[in-house]
């Protein structure tokens, strides 16, 4: 089976024929599925996954599950970098970004929206009752505030504390490690193989202000094709939207190539071409894939980022990612 799955990835590559494409599908449509399961980015992923599982597995859906499952991180104010507790941009205001997408490609994002804890929730009203797929700032807040979203600080005295003391520096230079720059992207395919995903951040810490990443970019940030499978990323976004870094995986694993492979080809692309810039010391970008028959991978430019798992058999999985610079 191996060695036609390498075969067909290098037919495919070789030509990118149509039926070469065609034979993929009906490939993967032949391995023995592993449903449902969910990833998720990063060790806040395993709360987030529990959630999610226990809507998946109640029977209320996979787009219900991912939105309650990064709802959990969303609330947490000691997660530093998604929802209540971020970190602010570099003037004291912490703004959020968002999206989210389900089997049939529908899809709603928010960004640069303040003062709202669950931009997941209003994202997934953008995709189900707006003509639009997204809001943003001011008109995302009108949008959600318009549809009962209470306003809140979402400013803790210990972010404001640590905006402070940045400030003595104000030396905007994100670093590769948990707290300081990551999202929490999730990817579930339920019991009928159906994809959902979602993607939610306060973004870069001490970013400009006004700055939007990756995380509510479709096809940055998360993407999915349902015929297909789904990828979702973490990290410097400018890096990841310059590649459609998930959309790119997706792509790559139409073409035959596990989920593996296809994070590592973007890794090694967004690697190649960051290498001789000034961001290179600090970059870090990680992508997670699920394919349609269930098989996960996550993969990092460097050591250090790791995903949460939640299936059948793992309830709460931690993985050391692969990387390529140690
Ligand atoms: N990956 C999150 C961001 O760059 O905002």
């Known amino acids: 089976m191996e060695n036609r799955r390498n075969f067909l990835k290098k037919s495919a590559l070789a030509s990118f024929s149509a039926s070469s494409i065609i034979s993929c599908d009906q490939e993967l449509k032949n391995i023995?599925?592993?449903?449902?399961?969910?990833?998720?980015?990063?060790?806040h992923g395993l709360a987030a996954n529990n959630k999610a599982w226990e809507v998946l597995k109640s029977g209320k859906g996979g787009l219900l599950a991912v939105e309650e499952g990064v709802k959990v991180t969303e609330a947490?104010?000691?997660?530093?970098?998604?929802?209540?507790?971020?970190?602010?941009d570099r003037d004291g205001i912490v703004t959020l970004d968002a999206c989210i997408m389900d089997k049939n490609s529908n899809c709603g994002s928010v960004t640069y929206l303040q003062n709202i804890k669950h931009p997941i929730s209003v994202a997934?009203?953008?995709?189900?009752?707006?003509?639009?797929?997204?809001?943003?700032?001011?008109?995302?807040?009108d949008f959600a505030v318009s549809k009962g979203f209470k306003q809140e600080n979402l400013l803790t005295e210990q972010s404001k504390k640590d905006w402070i003391t940045w400030k003595?520096?104000?030396?905007?230079?994100?670093?590769i490690n948990i707290e300081n720059h990551d999202t929490i992207s999730m990817l579930a395919i339920d019991e009928n193989g159906d994809l959902y995903g979602a993607c939610t951040t306060s973004g870069a810490?001490?970013?400009?202000?006004?700055?939007?990443?990756?995380?509510?970019?479709?096809?940055?940030?998360?993407?999915?094709?349902?015929?297909?499978?789904?990828?979702?990323?973490t990290g410097l976004g400018e890096a990841i939207i310059k590649t459609s870094g998930s959309a790119m995986v997706v792509e790559l694993m139409?073409?035959?190539?596990?989920?593996?492979?296809?994070?590592?080809i973007i890794v090694d692309r967004i690697s190649k071409l960051h290498k001789?810039?000034?961001?290179?010391?600090?970059?870090?970008?990680?992508?997670?894939?699920?394919?349609?028959?269930g098989e996960y991978a996550g993969y990092s430019l460097r050591k250090g980022f790791n995903f949460s798992l939640c299936d059948?058999?793992?309830?709460?999985?931690?993985?050391d990612a692969d990387y390529k610079i140690g």
């Open 32 to 43: 023995k599925k592993e449903i449902p399961r969910i990833i998720s980015t990063w060790n």
């Open 76 to 88: 947490d104010p000691n997660v530093r970098s998604v929802g209540l507790g971020g970190y602010p």
């Open 124 to 141: 997934r009203l953008v995709m189900e009752e707006t003509p639009h797929v997204m809001l943003s700032g001011k008109g995302a807040l």
């Open 168 to 175: 003595e520096k104000s030396d905007y230079k994100p670093i």
């Open 205 to 233: 810490a001490w970013k400009m202000h006004g700055r939007v990443g990756d995380s509510p970019i479709i096809g940055a940030g998360l993407f999915l094709d349902n015929e297909v499978g789904a990828a979702a990323a």
């Open 254 to 264: 139409r073409q035959g190539h596990s989920p593996m492979q296809a994070c590592k």
């Open 276 to 293: 001789k810039g000034p961001e290179w010391d600090y970059l870090q970008v990680g992508f997670i894939a699920l394919n349609k028959n």
């Open 312 to 319: 059948e058999k793992n309830k709460d999985l931690l993985i």
